[in-house]
């Protein structure tokens, strides 16, 4: 049966328009989302997606991004086109509140002033607030002490 969608504007209510592109045009389009600079020569499935998100539409889509892609010289050079197991994984960013997460390390042993031969060093990874204290030990007395006295652990065990 003759596809007779070809060359129309579907429109979804008054919000979205997209243009269902000539059979014609097919090969540039693709070729303009696959091969041309901003194309990046990625698999059937992206290549797609890129042209599904300019607004452009026809009902072969992905058959014919699939076609165009395995036929590609450049990818059948490199031995494949980008999928989804060459590009970087999308993982959510965990967000973080001033405070809540900290390095602590010693420094030294540095030469004896005042009795004091280490220094405590405390970084918000968040704000870059840094504490640091001299001590005479490198113990982890002397940490749970500074936590203490900084007020660090009321705050965790509120």
């Given at each position: ?51 599904l ?22 990818c059948?050079?490199?031995g ?9 994984p ?42 640091a ?6 113990d ?10 900084q ?8």
């Amino acid at each position: 049966m003759l596809n007779t969608t070809f060359g129309m504007i579907l429109t979804y209510g008054d919000f979205e328009v997209i243009k269902c592109i000539l059979e014609v045009e097919i090969n540039l389009v693709l070729q303009l989302y696959h091969v041309a600079p901003r194309g990046g020569h990625y698999g059937a499935t992206q290549t797609a997606r890129r042209v599904l998100d300019c607004g452009l539409y026809w009902p072969t889509i992905f058959k014919d991004a699939y076609q165009f892609v395995s036929t590609c010289k450049n990818c059948q050079k490199a031995g494949m086109a980008m999928n989804r197991r060459h590009e970087m994984p999308q993982q959510p960013i965990q967000f973080c509140e001033i405070f809540d997460v900290w390095g602590i390390d010693f420094m030294g042993p540095f030469p004896v002033s005042n009795g004091y031969s280490y220094i405590l060093l405390a970084v918000d990874y968040v704000s870059r607030w840094v504490e640091a204290i001299a001590t005479k030990t490198n113990d982890a007395k002397i940490v749970v002490d500074f936590l203490k006295i900084q007020h660090l652990l009321p705050v965790w065990f509120a």
